[in-house]
């Protein structure tokens, strides 16, 4: 086909000219070999042609030895944090060797496991198979079951959806060839390194299974790279629905090289050996990030550089996914080090991979201008006032969220500021390590800061991507070489409280204090745009929706003393037809006199009248000033790389 030979053509020369470097293995603990496993590479070819309809067709070609055999599906997923492997995607496998059919039975306990039995004198085993995803947004039919991966226009090829390999193996020591055919005309951007361009397809070098998990593919019909320097270099690839998602400003380009200068100047060295952000804007596929050593694969709105509310909330994005590859990537929890994916990940210290990096994003995307000094305290006010909503604290601590992680993740929403809690080891544990920073400011007479421990702790020296284990011993002793503390109980007991209140002495110590008022919130208005909801959480007590369901409800707030529930369906307030503006009419009138408001819903299939006893108006998160304190946020979002003139 011409076209996406011409296409190849050009992808070859790209990466030449981009630079996708020579994969790179990461080392881990020595492995036993499995019977029936063979040694060399496997070759895995991938058929994306019909990715759009939700299609990927897969020819794998694994080294086998006659024996015993057990082949497993990757079940437990590095940034996923659980068993997240989509196995209910799996449409198949047939296997055969040599002419002939091999019979298969599945475990009985362990449902990604395969058990085969390889005929004598028999080296290679095919397997063919499709994987099949869904064509919904979310895709969460069951948990992180079914997620969709692809548009008309674009599509994400995650490697571990497309292989199996034979069980009781380190990943790191097994070897695969990929191959990947896609739809005429696309084109696509991967950490993998091109080995040669087919007519039809592209076939990639050699690497560890690990590595080839670790690099993401995404491709499109309307596609776009753009270099943001560094060195190594790192580079910026987009695919969108449409051509005009993919126009990004000087302005937000320029904001984006400047990220990879500051993140480079907090960490002082990278163990990348090229770094790619893949970004992929649509509508059709949730939102999300992952992180990998030498490249991210992010996922935001389709008018994400068309409209600067949706910019704004999707700031820290690729700032979160890119710190990954230090913090997460480079150095990690010893529980989240896993030799395989098959054996269980701990995830005890989440509160350091995932707090701090959510942390480091929000600093990072200030420092390169991604978001203003205003839009950055105003991040912080709305995740402050978040988390104070979240009446499960009393209960459940923020240890307790990081060890069920892996349930976390796939819950329902619906409820989560009751008494269930969501994955707040992110924000929550973002505010603690700000109040972590201040502390080291402070006890240092402004000498010192976090930047300086993620300097020694994610820093030392340049390499290419490695893993560096690490336990809560090690953090706290990395944390006391930069400032003489307790920092042992320091954390423990801040992971282990219980209470009402959300962790607000960091911003305190920054001089600044939550406050709920009428003033509209730069950020929280951004994040409606971004999530297409009404925000009234801090009002009436519930998200609205733009399908008017109503989504959470807030412990004690009136919507909660009315009884409504997350799923009400939104008919009608004041006895006129529902709408966002009626809403917020409506609310408005509660600051100038008015003490009530009528809420009419649609519960199953039935309607029901609601009274929401209320005064006060709109309330939004903003942070203002504590009278004669320092404004330690204002030091902690300067540059630290000089501005070019």
């Avoid at 150095?331 to 942390?359: C, F, I, S």
């Avoid at 209140?501 to 406050?515: H, I, V």
Wanted: proline share 6%; charged share 20%.
């Amino acid at each position: 086909m011409v076209g996406l030979a011409l296409l190849l053509v050009l992808a070859a020369g790209r990466d030449a000219a981009a630079g996708s470097a020579p994969a790179t293995e990461v080392p881990g603990p020595a492995s036993s070999s499995a019977p029936a496993a063979g040694s060399g590479t496997a070759r895995v070819e991938v058929d994306a042609r019909e990715a759009p309809r939700g299609i990927l067709r897969v020819h794998l070609l694994l080294p086998v030895s006659a024996g015993p055999l057990t082949l497993v599906y990757p079940k437990w997923l590095p940034g996923r944090h659980g068993p997240a492997g989509p196995i209910t995607n799996l449409a198949g496998p047939t296997f055969g060797a040599a002419g002939a059919s091999v019979t298969w039975r599945r475990d009985d306990v362990d449902m990604y496991a395969f058990h085969l039995q390889i005929p004598p004198g028999v080296t290679s085993l095919a397997a063919d198979f499709e994987v099949l995803t869904a064509l919904r947004p979310d895709g969460l039919v069951n948990g992180l079951e079914a997620p969709r991966t692809a548009t008309e226009s674009l599509a994400i090829l995650e490697w571990n959806q497309v292989v199996l390999y034979p069980a009781d193996n380190n990943t790191d020591e097994l070897r695969y060839q990929a191959q990947v055919r896609l739809p005429a005309g696309w084109k696509y951007a991967t950490a993998l390194r091109a080995q040669q361009t087919l007519p039809e397809s592209v076939r990639f070098e050699p690497t560890s299974l690990t590595t080839l998990v670790d690099s993401t593919l995404i491709a499109g019909r309307y596609f776009e790279s753009f270099e943001l320097g560094g060195e190594p270099a790192v580079r910026l690839h987009v695919a969108a629905d449409g051509p005009a998602a993919l126009h990004l400003t000087p302005t937000v380009l320029e904001h984006y090289r400047r990220l990879v200068g500051e993140a480079q100047a907090l960490f002082g060295a990278t163990h990348y050996r090229h770094y790619d952000f893949l970004y992929v804007l649509t509508d059709q596929i949730m939102p999300d990030g992952l992180e990998h050593h030498e490249s991210s694969d992010n996922r935001s709105p389709y008018r994400t550089f068309l409209d600067d509310d949706v910019r704004r909330a999707e700031a820290n994005l690729l700032a979160h996914e890119y710190a990954h590859s230090w913090n997460g990537k480079y150095r990690r929890p010893v529980g989240l080090t896993t030799r395989n994916y098959q054996d269980p990940m701990r995830g005890e210290l989440l509160w350091v991979y995932e707090g701090l990096t959510e942390y480091l994003g929000d600093v990072l995307a200030v420092r390169s201008g991604l978001l203003t000094t205003e839009e950055f305290q105003s991040e912080l006010a709305r995740n402050l006032a978040g988390m104070q909503s979240h009446s499960a604290r009393r209960w459940r601590n923020l240890q307790d969220t990081v060890l069920a992680a892996q349930l976390l993740y796939v819950q329902p929403r619906d409820w989560a500021a009751r008494l269930r809690r969501q994955e707040d080891f992110y924000h929550e544990s973002a505010l603690l390590w700000l109040e972590a920073d201040n502390l080291i400011r402070r006890l240092s007479s402004g000498h010192r800061s976090l930047d300086e421990f993620c300097r020694r702790f994610f820093g030392g020296a340049n390499s290419p991507p490695e893993v560096r284990p690490y336990d809560f011993s090690a953090l706290v002793e990395a944390l006391n070489a930069v400032q003489p503390y307790d920092w042992r109980q320091f954390w423990e007991e801040r992971l282990s409280r219980h209470g009402a209140d959300a962790p607000s002495e960091g911003l305190l110590q920054s001089g600044w204090r939550l406050q709920l008022d009428s003033t509209p919130s730069l950020m929280h208005r951004a994040h409606e745009a971004d999530d297409h909801d009404l925000d009234l959480r801090f009002s009436l007590g519930f998200y609205v929706n733009d399908d008017a369901t109503l989504s959470d409800v807030i412990p004690g707030s009136p919507a909660d003393t009315a009884g409504l529930s997350p799923g009400d369906r939104l008919v009608a307030v004041n006895g006129r037809k529902w709408s966002r503006d009626e809403l917020r009419d409506a609310l408005a009138a509660t600051a100038h006199g008015a003490s009530r408001l009528t809420l009419l819903i649609e519960r199953g299939d039935l309607y029901q009248s609601a009274e929401l006893s209320y005064s006060g108006g709109q309330r939004e998160p903003h942070l203002v000033r504590v009278a004669g304190t320092p404004d330690l946020l204002a030091q902690i979002a300067r540059s630290r790389v000089p501005a070019k003139r």
